[in-house]
């Protein structure tokens, strides 16, 4: 019964929005909406990556695109669901120049929320399954080349005799996927990598450094991890994955090669990348620039009165490799998320004494718990067996809009802190602070809106509970003499070393070397959603800035995240970049606006 | 009406065949089957790889292994199918040890061939989907190896300080795919590889080499080709993939090494296997000891009178790399099967001229017929549509026996024959001569019975056909001179290059010099089934010797084949090895003798 009823429901809907649309009549489309509503849309009929809210501002994309998008052909994907109030249905669409997925969710027959996420471009598909290419044309040929030889002479004059389309700063799994993506549409790529072989941005980190996201949200595109594959990657093991996918995927990947300087021709609409390539100089003229060097710009150095008289060591903590030489030594860590955890951690571990100073609350959840409450249902083995795939997942949690999110997750940490009472309360007995953001709406929150505060436990909170590693919170480094440090609260503390886990600058601020300060201020900061919360001030933008769509530099791109948005988003990206080497007409719809500089 | 039916039927032979074998009542159980039949067995009730032919042999089995088998618990998969006047079903098993899958085909009621396939042993399964490593354990500890730690550390001390358990001489598809699964099943494991890397043994071979058969025939266990892989995988595109497995896979991979001398010890139930590794030596004591040196033994040189006084080149094919040397000279290619028709094509597309000796008649197929009739119903894009994934295809092809194979065969040559007529014409005007096996059974059952006599056909009888490269048929060379060869029909050929594509001899014989001729000669010919045919002497054997099971040489095994064959006997194989780590009973039913030394 409710499954014909949602059926039902589902196609009447569909249809008076065909219709709607059909007539290019933005106000009745924009009608068949409820009172909250939201549309999220990902390259399909904004040319960008933007959630309208409202019906006013979903009517007015819609009187601003409709012509050029022409959507077509609605069809609901198997069989519409109606559970708490929520009908949600899956559909497909076309528009006239791609094709794309949808998630729908009605409450009392309007529109709640509506996704739409572009998946190919009409002739452009991907050559994949029974369209993947034969490998061989039948029949000899004399001179013909070889597979082999095809990709050498790719390698040898792709950047010096033949400009590539597109180039990729960071060969991380931002530049990475985005990179397999862009060759299977025959975007000519050059992925530039600072490091020598792909996989050393994760093989050159801390020794003990295991990812913290299990391994159901950490698939890449195309080839994902195999079933034996562990729950928790180790960073070496992740670095030989992404070296071989990089090399079977057919990567134009140019290692210890990084940008020097690029400069943009509004003319020529081209950009001039000088790269710095094993020590030589090589020019690229791409028509796209993609930034994908890591979800955070350069390291946020604290300056710290005293610090030039110090006679131990300090370095950022993106400089950290390993606690072997402190030994027995007193260890200040600057911050409390999670590398300072992860550090402090190792530098115990190595029978350093090891202080923590937590200059504000930090969200820490348990990882077996945030598995069970965060993960499970989209990411996991029991999500597979309900058949929710990688690629769905993707687009159920790309389904919900930014500004509900926090309401997703409340419930979420309210369950988190009921279940770990006693783990909190341990914490807490140990002077370390925990919140769980100003909304209380946790982990993830956090990560969109400031990509910090927070951290997954995986035993360093145990340390700090046993008193292994003292925690002082509240207090900053007043001065710092030769071998300790003075606190704020007056209290001194003996120290050989110090390490600054004490956060990134926003990604715009790697433009600024490269590019200029004007562009890095023009395109203005990114990631954060203007929620308002501390590090990330208003307006709402209800969406992170300047990810994976345009921004306010033509030819100028930014990609990254960890390893789930680098796989989702960098379909979308690459299709946005397609579209422009194809000459597609690419309207963008609602250019966000920069708020600020940094 | 029909599905009910066959349920039904199925429902009652298996209640009677449980209630039999639970009986221990072998000749009960054995009186289920029909006047015609066969019951092939992976490992499961025989530990070897057998087929019992007819209910004598199929009781006199179920009264030597019942009791230690201890076979229990049948359940039918899915639903049975009836067409043709054959019921299908899908069974799963267990037995004391192991379980198992079975395709079970009834006729009137009785069965006709039954497949029992061992798929993992109880308390050994592999840790895989729900059950796979956690990857760190929580929780931080003074001491603790990371992934990259224990990882150097296995690889720096086994075969020095501890040592595998099993060796494995031959690191292409084979090894790699065996090394895998023994891998996962914690069974310590050195391959050895005479070339520098992994994948080298594809790269090495000649530049224009193509997979001949289609991606999802090809398919390695764990990590199956992604959707965007080529149909024909190009030679060095298969070498790179092999070298990210191994390395993914984590494979102990003894690269530039060679077995120089391996000897048992009976009285250890151990090997000492002395190697030449990158220049040094290495003395591995391993208890099991694993040919994997590709489907053929050494080369089969021919003794050509003259060949002392010949002015130009000559070598085996398997030593051939590139026609580029040979452009405007005159090429002999001896032998008329799949290398000899590459080599001649590669040769004419350099612009040598050409003349290939076809000694005796050869099977050819035009590739996009045999994909078509032979590949399509079990490894395709249609066949994956139908829900027949690659470890379901292996079992469907591994549930017909050998005895039966030929008449599933028939019919597609039949058809490949009228299909292709034009073709066929054309290329017996040119003097080539074609045929489809003694029994008309065609290229695969030569493939089992002689390993040779085939041509899958990618281009080179189209230059054939059209007399590009002359075929000279039913002839020998009579006598070389110093630049010319003469023929047993009198006449003579000049000749810059000869290339003897002479086919290999039998995988034992690569045994000889490493272990000893004796050795060599007990365990006797590998591969070939008996089937009477020049090359394949009787008796019947039923299973292609020696390989996947034990042999006459305790602790000696053979393995290989095709991507295929090396996909899915690799399991087979793996898990009667990791059996006898486990001192697990392995009672082996009907050990094969040996009739042919070569």
């Known amino acids: 019964m409710i499954s014909q009823y949602a059926a039902d429901e589902t196609h009447r809907w569909v249809a008076a929005f065909s219709e709607a649309l059909d007539a290019r009549d933005a106000a009745s489309a924009a009608a068949l909406f409820g009172d909250e509503c939201f549309w999220r849309d990902l390259a399909a009929f904004t040319w960008n990556v933007k959630t309208m809210e409202g019906g006013d501002e979903i009517a007015a994309m819609l009187a601003a695109q409709l012509d050029s998008v022409g959507p077509t052909v609605w069809r609901v994907e198997g069989e519409p669901t109606f559970a708490g109030g929520v009908l949600e249905a899956w559909l497909k669409f076309e528009t006239k120049l791609a094709r794309g997925r949808s998630i729908l969710r009605l409450k009392d027959g309007r529109a709640w929320t509506l996704l739409t996420a572009i998946e190919e471009l009409k002739g452009f598909e991907e050559r994949k399954g029974p369209s ?35 180039v990729v700063i960071g060969g991380g799994q931002g530049g990475i996927a985005l990179g397999a993506r862009l060759k299977q549409l025959n975007v000519p790529t050059i992925i530039l990598e600072k490091n020598a072989r792909a996989g050393d941005s994760w093989r050159n980190r801390y020794r003990s450094l295991v990812l913290h996201d299990p391994v159901w949200y950490d698939h890449l595109p195309y080839i994902p991890f195999p079933e034996n594959w562990p729950v928790f990657t180790p960073k070496d093991k ?41 020590g030589g100089r090589a020019t690229l003229k791409p028509k796209q620039l993609v930034f994908a060097t890591g979800a955070y710009g350069p390291p946020n150095v604290i300056s710290l009165p005293g610090l030039e008289n110090f006679k131990g060591q300090y370095f950022h903590s993106s400089r950290y490799k390993t606690g072997a030489p402190y030994a027995d030594k007193d260890c200040i860590v600057i911050g409390a998320n999670s590398s300072a955890h992860d550090m402090a951690a190792d530098l115990w571990e190595y029978g350093g004494r090891v202080t923590m100073l937590q200059r504000s609350p930090t969200t820490v959840v348990r990882s077996e718990t945030l598995m069970e409450l965060g993960f499970e249902p989209l990411y996991s083995e029991g999500a597979l067996e309900k058949r929710i795939t990688t690629d769905k997942a993707d687009l159920i949690f790309a389904a919900t809009p930014f500004r509900l999110m926090p309401h997703t997750q409340v419930p979420i940490y309210k369950e988190v802190r009921r279940r770990d009472a006693p783990f909190y309360t341990r914490l807490a007995m140990s002077g370390f602070q925990v919140d769980f ?18 951290y997954i436990d995986v035993g360093a909170s ?21 071998r300790s440090v003075e606190l704020t609260d007056g209290s001194e503390l003996p120290a050989d070393l110090i390490v600054m886990a004490t956060g990134f600058q ?14 890095a201020d023009k395109v203005g900061k990114c990631w954060g959603l203007g929620s308002g919360v501390p590090g990330d001030p208003g307006p709402w933008e209800g969406e992170p800035r300047n990810m994976w769509k345009p921004t306010q530099q033509p030819g100028l791109w930014f990609h990254g995240g960890n390893l789930h948005l680098s796989r989702h988003y960098s379909l979308v990206l690459a299709l946005q970049i397609k579209a422009r080497m194809e000459g597609l007409p690419t309207p963008v719809f609602g250019l966000q606006k920069s708020h600020h500089t940094r």
């Open 437 to 454: 953001g100003q909304d209380e709406s946790g982990l993830m929150m956090k990560a969109f809106r400031t990509g910090s505060g927070y």
């Open 238 to 278: 992740l670095g030989d994955w992404l070296e071989m996918y990089a090399t079977v995927m057919e990567l134009n990947y140019w290692g210890s090669s990084e940008a020097v300087r690029a400069a943009y021709d509004d003319d020529k609409k081209e950009w001039t990348v000088e790269v710095s390539r094993d």
């Open 132 to 166: 993947r290419p034969m490998g061989v044309e039948h029949g000899i040929y004399r001179r013909e080349k070889t597979w082999l030889e095809a990709k050498r002479g790719e390698e040898e004059t792709l950047g010096t005799g033949r400009q590539p389309y597109c």
């Open 462 to 482: 145990d340390l700090i509970a046993k008193g292994h590693i003292p925690v002082r919170s509240g207090v900053e480094i007043r001065h710092v003499n030769e």
């Open 506 to 519: 926003s990604m715009n601020r790697a433009v600024a070397p490269i590019i200029s300060e004007d562009v």
